[in-house]
C-alpha cells in the first residue's frame, strides 16, 4: 500500500509499538489532524463478543458532555399533537405521511430518527430504506417514545447510538479536532464507560480488546484499554 508523503510524515509522529494513555492519544490525535477541514475525532473499540449471538450484538447510547460538534438533524415521526412538540423542543422535521412519502423518494437529510409507538407501522414500511442507512427508530436506542421533546432534546445535547459490527467492532465518533483536550478526553471516558457497563454476560475473557482513536484523515492511535476504565 502506496501512502502520500502527508500520511508517511504524520506516521512518524506516532509509535505503532506503543500503547497510550487517553490525553496523549487525544495530544497525538489532535496534532496530526492537518487536513484542510476541521477532522472529526473517532473511536474504535474491539470487542471480545461474537455479534452473531443476539445476546452479545452490543448496542447502547451515551450522551457525549460535549456533543460530537456538529447539528444533528432530527426527524420526528409522530401524529399531532406529538409532532408539534417535537418542533417545539428543536426537531427539524416532525410529521409522518409526507416524511414517509419524501423518504421513500430518495430523501436523505436527517441524521437521527424518532417516532411515536403508534406510527411504528407506518415506520416499518421503510425498513429497508432505513435499516442499511441506521435510521430505524428502535425502543432501546430511545428512539421510540412517546416523551419525542425529552428524546429530541438529548440527541441535540450530544446522546448518540452505537453498536457493534460484524467483526465485533464498535465505531463512533467522539467530538472534532477543533476541540480543547479535556472535552475530547471527556467524551472518551464517557463512551468507554457506556460500552463497559453493556458488557454482555454470557461474553467470557477480555471483554474489551483494544481501542483505537485517529482523526478522518489522520493517523490511528492506540489507547491503554486498561488505564481508564470505569466498572459503573
Known sequence: MKMSKRFTALSKQVDMDKVYSVEEAVAKVKATATAKFVESVDIAVRLGVDPKKADQAVRGTVALPHGIGREVRVLVMARPPRDEEAKAAGADHAGLAEYVQKIQ????????????????????????????????????????????????????????????????????????????????????????????????????GTYIKSIHLSSTMGIGVEIDRTAHAVHQ
Open 105 to 204: 423518494a430518495g430523501w436523505a437529510d436527517i441524521d437521527v430518527i424518532i417516532a411515536t409507538p403508534d406510527v411504528m407501522g407506518e415506520v416499518g414500511k421503510l425498513g429497508k430504506i432505513l435499516g442499511p442507512r441506521g435510521l430505524m427508530p428502535n425502543p432501546k436506542s430511545g428512539t421510540v417514545t412517546q416523551d419525542v421533546a425529552k428524546a429530541v432534546k438529548e440527541v441535540k445535547a450530544g446522546k448518540i447510538e452505537f453498536r457493534v459490527d460484524k467483526a465485533g467492532i464498535l465505531h463512533s465518533s467522539v467530538g472534532k479536532a477543533s476541540f480543547e483536550p479535556k472535552a475530547l478526553v471527556d467524551n472518551i471516558h464517557a463512551f468507554i464507560n457506556a460500552v463497559n457497563r453493556l458488557r454482555p454476560p454470557t461474553a467470557k
